[in-house]
């Protein structure tokens, strides 16, 4: 009997994936039967490693996952989760006397854990909770994703510029840096005023503090040169 | 300009130049200008009113000296001519034309002689008798003069001298009579005439005026025509009639003023001749009198010589004081820019010392700093050789920093043990392949201790960016290493505690296997009440099918357990309890309370006690209630305060008893009775198998397990085994 199978009933009007990964099938099993009674979309995992290699990782999504299983333990498949940047969000059940590892595992960024069994409200609630927080970082994701798009669509001069006007200086500032980086390429300041025009319009902000957060979100700012 | 000499600045506030001040000083010194121009002047024209008064003086003395001279010089001719017989002759025979001509050509011959202009007699009628000049058209013979002063002044007796005009031939002159006395008396006048042109006429070749004036203040003798007999003072009524009656000044005279005034000064003694009219000369005049002949000699000075020198020395004075400000302001200039130069200098000194100040406040910022880092730090040059340590880095080693510094490699506190492997890091390192994770190296301290460290290394950079050698931080990591080998020690001795527990284990084995079953349980059921609420009968059938299933593996689970415990193979000896109780302090117990800084008190029984029992499950069981114990003891707090864990060990007829004491919260009522049976549990993460299972093996060995509370707080768990025939019959007699 399985239970690995679109939701019964679409109460949820915005239905989040579950994976429910537990070596012991008589949990998994019925976890999968009240999820599914419940409106979730559910998919069901004996292990880790198969777990890793069928789910879509980049898609929001809620995982119950089992610390103590055979082959790779929970906190090997969460670790992976992050190595891979996932957006998926991971509960863990645990069963009697492994509080400490569990309580690792949600310092290291596990939503919630579970002590098995525990009640219907409790399991609910934790996988609403991490429903919602996986759709949030995915929307983050696919937002720096746009500006990072923008980003690239800028000329590398642009990008020099922007990546200057970044650090919160100013357009002559900017032009004398330029000038002192690259003598044979001097550039005047109403150039760089031009480019912060352009590089405004291409990224879509409206002040340097926001380009700041922006090259900063981006992994691209200037780094103040350090000898070590 | 020559360089401003280097003078020791002085303390204290700088001199400034306020605009007010700068203002204050430039009309200050144009006072003092001014003042300097005026007095200039002032000097120069009383210096050259001093020197003109002398000349004046002088020439007064000298013209006022001729002048007399001129006009005593015939004194006596009157007189000698009055003693001659034929003047007398002639005075007493004035009918006789032999005595007239004789007496005229007498007188002719005597004025011609003397120089004098005329000579003549005049009876006492006034009529002239006899003159000198009888033979020119203007003779005096005949005439009379008997109206004029010196006649009647001969004729008193007197010697007579009156400077008028003549009455015969209109010339003036300086008339002087003496009487012809004959037998006492007066019987004619003798009178000489002396022209004053000999001395009146080089005056005219002064530039400036000279005159006389008589008694009455009229001029009559002069360097100027126009001011001849002309009055210099107002003339009353009758002198103006007598002048005119005896024509002394001409016939027809009368009174007019003279074109200018006198005005006597004090100081000199001397007087200013301003001329009449707007714009008119002003003269210096110096006035002799003459009192023997009753006139006043004047002479005079250009006042204009003294205008001018005042002039001129007020040029010359301008001159100099313009040349004096302009030096006073080029003066101020420089002392302002010296002013300014020093205020510079005192700047640039304070400067410096700020500079200074802050240069020594980073330095003993970062001297701090270096003393009380506890991570050592080495630099070494390109070759290897120590230039730097801190005191941290001295420390870690023993050695002092001067005799680190200056080291080539082999350094003293590498490792004997390891001396390939520090040269072989030294090499790698000098040779620009540093560690950049870091590299773990064990030290010799001098005291002869091993020093465990880590060191990261980076390039050493000077200020130019030049790449002068390496610096290395040091961390000490003997402590953490120490505390790895305990940690690796401790964790041997649990694995092989965990291994003698398996009571433990068991339980924890159990509970998550037991989990399991019940969670598909709790999740089924749950998922059936929603599918049962939904209606939906088909998937609400499978939900409760799995349901049981899961059930029954739980009771399975159960039942696998007791079997274990039943089946578990007996191996019964003899052993001496006071051993197991040892050891199973030693297992765990004791490490566990003193984790918990909980003492343990053993408590002996009077004699060894033997019983027949398996030695590693009585052992389990003691520990299990000792950590039970432990446990109760750890969440509570005993009124008294002392907390103790105390396993005493006695003999009851003919059993042997370990009791487990503990000052816990106690067995509340109810508790006790249920407190072996499975799954029972007052804990909230317990299982509630523990004492069920504790009991179980007690009674597999013919004893019994019993917990009760304990008098003063607490509870006492006891186990009682019966004794071996061996120390029955020793304790039981």
């Not at chain 2, 820019?337 to 003993?364: D, F, G, K, S, Y």
């Not at chain 2, 999740?523 to 049981?548: F, H, V």
Request: with cysteine.
């Amino acid at each position: 009997m399985t239970y690995d199978t679109a939701p019964i009933a679409a109460d949820s009007p915005d239905p989040t994936v579950v994976y429910i990964v537990d070596d012991d099938e008589g949990v998994r099993q019925s976890l999968a039967a009240l999820l599914i009674a419940r409106g979730h979309q559910v998919h069901t995992f004996a292990g880790g490693e198969a777990f890793l290699a069928e789910a879509t990782l980049d898609q929001p999504g809620c995982v119950l996952l089992d610390l103590r299983m055979e082959g790779l333990s929970g906190l090997q498949v969460f670790h992976e989760l992050g190595q891979r940047h996932s957006v998926l969000k991971t509960v863990f059940l645990s069963a009697h006397g492994e509080l400490s590892s569990a309580v690792a595992a949600v310092k290291q960024g596990a939503v919630d854990w579970l002590e098995k069994p525990c009640s219907e409200s409790t399991l609910l609630a934790a996988v609403e909770k991490a429903s919602t927080l996986s759709q949030a970082q995915a929307r983050q994701v696919q937002r720096q994703q746009q500006q990072r798009d923008r980003w690239n669509a800028l000329s590398p001069r642009q990008q020099e510029v922007a990546q200057l006007l970044a650090t919160g200086i100013s357009s002559k500032e900017a032009a004398r840096a330029l000038a002192q980086r690259d003598p044979e390429r001097p550039i005047d300041p109403r150039t760089v005023d031009t480019h912060r025009s352009a590089i405004f319009l291409k990224l879509d902000i409206r002040s340097s503090h926001e380009l700041g957060m922006l090259v900063e979100g981006l992994g691209v700012a200037l780094n103040t040169p350090r000898t070590a | 300009m020559r360089a401003v000499p280097a003078q020791p600045a002085p303390q204290g506030t700088p001199r400034r130049w306020p605009q007010a001040r700068r203002g204050g000083f430039i009309a200050t010194l144009l006072c003092l200008a001014a003042l300097l121009v005026w007095g200039a002047g002032e000097w120069a024209e009383q210096s050259e009113r001093d020197a003109q008064w002398d000349n004046l003086r002088r020439l007064g003395e000298v013209q006022a000296l001729a002048l007399r001279g001129v006009a005593t010089r015939y004194n006596y001719l009157p007189f000698t001519a009055a003693q001659h017989p034929l003047v007398r002759q002639l005075l007493q025979r004035p009918a006789s034309q032999a005595v007239r001509d004789a007496a005229n050509a007498y007188l002719q011959a005597v004025n011609q002689h003397a120089g004098s202009d005329m000579l003549y007699v005049m009876d006492p009628e006034g009529l002239t008798l006899a003159s000198s000049n009888w033979d020119t058209p203007n003779s005096f013979v005949h005439q009379n003069y008997g109206n004029r002063p010196y006649f009647r002044d001969a004729l008193a007796g007197q010697t007579g001298r009156f400077y008028g005009v003549g009455k015969t031939t209109g010339e003036p002159g300086l008339f002087v009579s003496a009487p012809v006395v004959d037998a006492g008396r007066v019987i004619g006048v003798v009178a000489v005439k002396v022209r004053m042109e000999p001395i009146s006429d080089p005056w005219a070749q002064l530039r400036d005026p000279v005159f006389v004036t008589d008694e009455r203040g009229i001029v009559f003798l002069g360097s100027v025509p126009g001011w001849l007999y002309r009055t210099s003072q107002p003339l009353p009524a009758p002198l103006v009639q007598q002048l005119q009656h005896n024509e002394q000044y001409g016939t027809g005279w009368t009174p007019r003023a003279v074109p200018w005034t006198l005005r006597p000064q004090d100081d000199p003694p001397g007087a200013e001749l301003r001329m009449d009219g707007t714009g008119g000369k002003s003269y210096l005049a110096f006035e002799e009198k003459l009192p023997d002949l009753g006139w006043t000699l004047t002479v005079t000075a250009d006042s204009r010589v003294v205008a001018l020198a005042r002039q001129q020395a007020w040029a010359l004075a301008t001159l100099a004081s313009g040349l004096l400000v302009l030096g006073a302001l080029y003066w101020q200039l420089r002392e302002r820019r010296l002013a300014e130069n020093r205020l510079a200098r005192i700047e640039l000194e304070q400067r410096v010392q700020e500079r200074t100040h802050a240069l020594q406040q980073a330095q003993a910022f970062r001297q701090s700093m270096e003393d009380s880092l506890l991570v050592g730090m080495r630099a070494r040059d390109l070759e290897g050789r120590i230039v730097y340590v801190n005191a941290a880095m001295c420390d870690m080693v023993g050695y002092r920093a001067d005799e680190l510094i200056g080291q080539l490699p082999p350094y003293p506190y590498w490792h004997p043990d390891e001396l390939d492997r520090h040269w072989n890091d030294s090499d790698t390192v000098l040779a620009g392949n540093a560690f950049p994770q870091g590299r773990e190296n064990r030290l010799r301290h001098r005291d002869g201790s091993d020093v465990y460290t880590m060191f990261y290394t980076t390039r050493l950079i000077d200020g130019s960016g030049q790449h002068i050698g390496w610096m290395s931080s040091v961390v000490n990591i003997t402590a953490q290493k120490r505390a790895e080998e305990q940690q690796q020690q401790r964790e041997t001795q649990l694995q092989r505690v965990q291994r003698v527990i398996t009571v433990g284990e068991m339980a924890s084995t159990l509970a998550h296997e037991l989990n399991q079953p019940l969670a598909a349980l709790v999740n089924y059921a749950a998922a059936a009440r929603a599918l049962a609420a939904q209606g939906k009968t088909g998937p609400l059938n499978d939900s409760l099918e799995a349901l049981s299933t899961q059930a029954l593996r739980a009771a399975d689970i159960v039942g696998r357990i007791r079997r274990w415990v039943r089946q578990h193979p007996e191996a019964r000896e003899p052993c001496d309890l006071s051993a197991i109780v040892e050891q199973s302090l030693e297992l765990l117990l004791r490490a566990e309370a003193r984790r918990q800084g909980i003492p343990v008190r053993v408590e002996q029984a009077g004699a060894p006690l033997q019983v027949n029992a398996d030695r590693v499950l009585l052992e389990q069981v003691v520990i299990n209630l000792g950590l039970n114990a432990l446990q109760a003891m750890q969440t509570h707090q005993p009124p008294t305060g002392s907390h103790e864990l105390r396993l005493r060990m006695a003999a009851d007829d003919g059993h042997a008893l370990v009791q487990v004491l503990d000052r816990g919260p106690g067995l509340p009522p109810g508790i006790a009775e249920r407190l072996f049976e499975p799954f029972f549990t007052t804990r909230s993460d317990g299982l509630g198998l523990g004492l069920n299972i504790c009991r179980s093996i007690i009674e597999s060995m013919g004893g019994q397990l019993q917990a009760r509370n304990r008098d003063g707080g607490g509870a006492v768990f006891e186990i009682r085994l019966p004794c071996t025939p061996a120390t029955a019959n020793a304790t039981a007699p």
